[in-house]
């Protein structure tokens, strides 16, 4: 094996796609495509660059839903991807994007009442979860100061909605049927079809 020393833009290996819905300040929900967040428990970390609408959103009102879309939905999200819930647009994305308010509207998504938050649920996506932010931390790096800056916010995760197709024996989310949609180097992607093995911490 021989190795290339390179400089790629982003490094996303195969990462999650999720549609954040944060409050906006009329009390209406901002949607948001991110691909960057990864869980530990109960506890996920969102990150977040400066310039976004959810940003500004969560510093406010510490609330969100991590709606997360099928594979077959990426065209739903490209659709919210160019669009941003800030007016004026910030100079650093005013070359690719453009103002939006009703972001469920353009991607053809139906808002559905949350439970526990405020921030509403996108209906079409399989899984739900409704968050409360505990922290946001500041990001360093200077590349990432190139884009404006980011954070990363903590948030908690207070309820979980499946869709019932993808639950197993009430309590679990079967691996077998979920597949997440995957962002790998800003194209989307599925989970291969078979398991290579489990671990075994596995319970089913």
């Known amino acids: 094996m021989e190795f290339k020393t390179i400089e790629p833009k982003i490094l996303y290996f195969g990462t999650p796609v999720a549609l954040i819905s944060s409050l906006n300040e009329d009390g209406s929900t ?5 691909s960057s967040f990864w869980a530990l428990g109960w506890t996920l970390v969102l ?3 400066d310039e976004t609408k959810t940003a500004e959103n969560l510093a406010r009102h510490p609330e969100c839903v991590v709606n997360l879309p099928s594979p077959d939905m990426w065209r739903e999200v490209e659709k919210l991807a160019p669009l941003t819930g800030k007016d004026p647009v910030p100079e650093l994305k005013a070359k690719q ?10 991607a053809g998504l139906t808002p559905m009442a949350s439970e526990s938050v405020r ?3 996108a209906r079409e996506c399989p899984v739900h979860m409704e968050a409360r932010v505990t922290k946001m931390h500041r990001l360093g790096g200077e590349r990432l100061v190139q884009l404006g800056g980011g954070w990363a916010a903590e948030v908690e995760i207070v309820r979980v909605h499946v869709a ?9 989310v079967d691996p077998a049927k979920w ?3 995957i962002y790998n180097f800003r194209h ?13 911490r596995a319970e089913h």
């Open 47 to 49: 990150g977040l660059l």
């Open 164 to 172: 019932s197709d993808f639950v197993l024996e009430d309590r679990h």
């Open 97 to 106: 994007f453009r103002f939006e308010a009703q972001k469920f509207n353009a």
């Open 188 to 200: 989307y992607f599925r989970l291969a079809e078979h398991e290579m093995g489990k671990t075994f």
């Open 179 to 181: 597949s997440p949609l």
């Open 119 to 121: 921030p509403e649920r």
């Open 30 to 34: 901002n949607l948001a495509p991110m």
